[in-house]
């Protein structure tokens, strides 16, 4: 080498305890990304430390930890020495203690980091806008997908589902919800200006719409309109006899412009059913009210829940109540059910 010149640092190397090693780019923000992009089957679901699904111990080496405070382990977690893979940056070589997934958990397309430029923003209700996210080199994506977005001047990545179908032309489409006090969403939804630009990384996520004869139900509680969005595209597009029972879960009367988002899909092989929990006319409202579960149940288990393919997104209750419903009371079969629970 001459001198003068510096030498590019080289890779950091992980092994995984009696399993495969993989190599950490200099540019790499965490031991998760890094294995998903070298195509391992790490298990994960959230990707932002609220869910602990990507727990690992670490064998030898040492590693930054990006937000001590995570949700996703508990204090017994911490004792016993276990780490969240992503808010674990590696500082040099390391062996890691983890059980990978199976071939059929290996991400199905490489995640990508890039800046994208905010090319559209549009109102969905007084809570929710469209942000549509232009990418220059963006990778292909699956419909229920999701990326993360590192918006300006806030701690840590936001998760969210891309709306659309990857048509190609690197345009990702994200309902983003404002939460009350929330830095992220609220940085997106007021800050984040039409031309402006934010990092993102993607795609994620393991509910994906996979290939089937079955008719499918989406479940959105809220901003899980998103994902449900692309699953219901997703079906519509491809074979002619699967049918969509899409329902959502809103408030009140003040969310139900998102109702438009379903509307205009207009497809006779789509039906749906919106829920409020909390009706504020409750004399004047006549659709469905209450747990939006509930009503999924009133409606097709006289059907069979277990002939239908179910994906859903949302907060924690409305995941756990799906969960409750499907795989304990309705033994749906594992394989039929995929969500996203919004940690
Ligand atoms: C898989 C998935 C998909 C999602 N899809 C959508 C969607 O399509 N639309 C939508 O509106 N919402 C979606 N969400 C919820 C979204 O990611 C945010 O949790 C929500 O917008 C609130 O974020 P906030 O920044 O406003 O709130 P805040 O309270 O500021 O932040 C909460 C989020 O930030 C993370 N966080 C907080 N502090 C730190 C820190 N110091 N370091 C690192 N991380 C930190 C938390 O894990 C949590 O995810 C999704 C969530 C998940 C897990
Ligand atoms: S994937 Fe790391 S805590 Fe959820």
């Known amino acids: 080498m001459s001198a003068g010149v510096d030498a590019a640092p080289s890779p950091i190397r992980i092994q995984v305890e009696n399993g495969p090693s993989f190599s950490v780019g200099p540019n790499e923000d965490t031991l998760l990304r890094a294995a998903l992009r070298a195509g391992l089957a790490f298990p994960y679901e959230c990707s932002v430390g609220g869910c602990g699904a990507c727990r690992f111990e670490l064998l030898d080496g040492v590693m930054d930890t990006l937000w001590d405070s995570a949700p996703g382990l508990s204090e017994r977690d911490r004792k016993r020495g276990k780490r969240l893979a992503c808010q674990s940056r590696p500082c040099g070589d390391a062996s890691i203690r983890v059980r990978l997934g199976g071939e059929a958990e290996r991400p199905p397309v490489a995640p990508r980091r890039q800046r994208a430029t905010l090319v559209e923003r549009r109102p969905v209700n007084d809570e929710m806008v469209e942000l549509s996210l232009q990418l220059s080199d963006a ?17 840590g990545a936001r998760a969210y589902s891309m709306a659309n179908l990857d048509q190609g032309d690197g345009r990702w489409r994200f309902i983003v919800r404002r939460t009350p006090g929330g830095r992220g969403s609220t940085a997106l939804c007021d800050g984040l200006a039409v031309g402006a630009e934010v990092e993102v990384d993607g795609p994620y996520g393991h509910a994906w719409l996979r290939p089937s004869t079955r008719d499918v139900v989406c479940v959105a509680g809220g901003s899980g309109l998103g994902p449900m969005l692309s699953i219901s595209r997703g079906v519509l597009a491809g074979d002619a006899a699967r049918r969509v029972h899409f329902f959502l879960g809103l408030r009140n009367e003040a969310e139900l412009a998102a109702v438009r988002e379903i509307d205009a899909l207009a497809d006779p092989r789509l039906q749906a059913c919106v829920v409020l929990s909390a009706p504020a006319g409750a004399t004047a409202w006549t659709g469905a009210t209450g747990f939006v579960h509930t009503e999924v149940e009133r409606a097709l288990s006289p059907a069979g829940l277990a002939g239908f393919d179910f994906y859903f997104a949302g907060p924690p209750p409305m995941i756990d109540a799906m969960q409750d419903l499907l795989m304990v009371r309705h033994r749906v079969p594992f394989e039929q059910v995929r969500f996203d629970r919004y940690v």
Do not use: K, R
């Open 139 to 155: 990778p292909p994506f699956l419909a229920g997908q999701y990326a993360l977005l590192f918006p300006q001047g806030v701690d």
